[in-house]
């Protein structure tokens, strides 16, 4: 995260200047959690921590609920509803407690993304009526979306299955192909710029004041946050729901609590940058 949380003072220079396929789909192996390997390494995670009981409290929310479950070997092992399916295309196999390994998701980072269709969805992680949630491993170099499925039974979540499914088949396809090209292709990325871009941030100079901007094409290098490439995290709360025109895709800080937002819109037939929030 070099880049992505630059921009408060690039900001105030900016105010100053004013249908599903058979096939199997190739895995990545970090992610699948039958053959991950096990490490004493808890990364953000003390260890002591780790072993503590989960709050009974933490059932309500599943953002609570997953950083506990990625904290703690023994809560999977509690969470997780053996036999578990494992489905890869038309393969289908199981994970029996022995098999499993523990997965810390995007523990072993100091941030993870998030991909919303409006400002209103994004209100749904603080929703306590959410029973299904689908944590998305979004891998680029193999072009698959490895989904851990969890479900609220009896009041407490449970991850109920492991998906391999092919980028081109997940609910944001169309954009995430959009989105590895904008974050890898400098020219792309420039010609995927509205006219204008809005952006929203706090004030470097009062730190109870947010300010506004606007970022032009011809200043976007200045601005531009480095963006991950290689893999993705995202967590579906509830349904899935068929894929907007627009995207507003969420870079959170898991340790400082900073945030980076950028909304694209579908203009015609291509993706754009419209917005920029931290």
């Given at each position: 995260?070099?880049?992505?949380f630059?921009?408060?003072?690039?900001?105030?220079?900016?105010?100053?200047?004013?249908?599903?396929?058979?096939?199997?789909?190739?895995?990545?192996?970090?992610?699948?959690?039958?053959?991950?390997?096990?490490?004493?390494?808890t990364?953000?995670?003390?260890?002591?921590?780790a072993?503590?009981?989960?709050?009974?409290?933490?059932d309500?929310?599943?953002d609570?609920?997953?950083?506990?479950?990625?904290?703690?070997?023994k809560?999977?092992?509690?969470?997780?509803?053996?036999?578990?399916?494992?489905?890869?295309?038309t393969?289908?196999?199981?994970?029996?407690?022995?098999?499993w390994?523990?997965?810390?998701?995007?523990?072993?980072q100091d941030?993870?993304?998030l991909?919303?269709?409006?400002?209103?969805?994004?209100?749904?992680?603080?929703?306590?009526?959410?029973?299904?949630?689908?944590?998305?491993?979004?891998?680029?170099?193999?072009?698959?979306v490895?989904?851990?499925?969890?479900?609220?039974?009896?009041?407490?979540?449970?991850?109920?299955s492991?998906?391999?499914?092919?980028?081109?088949?997940?609910?944001?396809?169309?954009?995430?192909?959009?989105?590895?090209?904008?974050?890898?292709?400098?020219?792309?990325?420039?010609?995927?710029?509205?006219?204008?871009?809005?952006?929203?941030?706090?004030?470097p100079?009062?730190?109870?004041?947010?300010?506004?901007?606007?970022?032009?094409?011809?200043?976007?290098?200045?601005?531009?946050?480095?963006?991950?490439?290689?893999?993705?995290?995202?967590?579906?709360?509830?349904?899935?729901?068929?894929?907007?025109?627009?995207?507003?895709?969420?870079?959170?800080?898991?340790?400082?609590?900073q945030?980076?937002e950028?909304?694209?819109?579908?203009?015609?037939?291509q993706?754009?940058?419209?917005k920029?929030?931290?």
């Open positions: 995260m070099k880049r992505y630059f921009i408060a003072f690039a900001a105030f220079v900016l105010c100053a200047c004013g249908g599903k396929k058979s096939t199997a789909v190739q895995e990545s192996t970090p992610a699948d959690s039958s053959v991950v390997a096990d490490s004493t390494d990364g953000l995670v003390d260890a002591e921590l072993d503590l009981p989960m709050p009974r409290a933490a309500e929310l599943f609570d609920f997953i950083f506990n479950f990625a904290a703690s070997k809560l999977q092992m509690e969470r997780i509803r053996f036999p578990l399916k494992k489905v890869n295309g393969r289908t196999e199981t994970i029996e407690p022995g098999q390994r523990m997965e810390r998701y995007f523990m072993r941030f993870y993304t991909i919303f269709d409006n400002e209103k969805q994004m209100e749904v992680v603080k929703d306590t009526s959410v029973n299904h949630a689908v944590v998305e491993m979004i891998y680029f170099n193999t072009g698959a490895i989904q851990h499925v969890f479900d609220r039974l009896r009041g407490v979540w449970m991850l109920t492991v998906e391999t499914i092919p980028i081109s088949q997940s609910p944001n396809g169309s954009f995430l192909t959009f989105y590895h090209q904008f974050a890898t292709d400098p020219d792309f990325q420039q010609h995927s710029l509205s006219e204008s871009i809005a952006f929203e941030g706090p004030d100079d009062d730190d109870f004041s947010r300010m506004d901007g606007v970022i032009t094409p011809d200043t976007w290098e200045a601005f531009a946050p480095e963006l991950p490439d290689r893999m993705l995290f995202n967590i579906i709360y509830g349904p899935a729901k068929p894929s907007g025109r627009q995207k507003i895709f969420v870079i959170r800080g898991i340790a400082n609590g945030e980076l950028l909304t694209f819109r579908r203009q015609g037939d993706w754009r940058l419209t920029m929030t931290m």
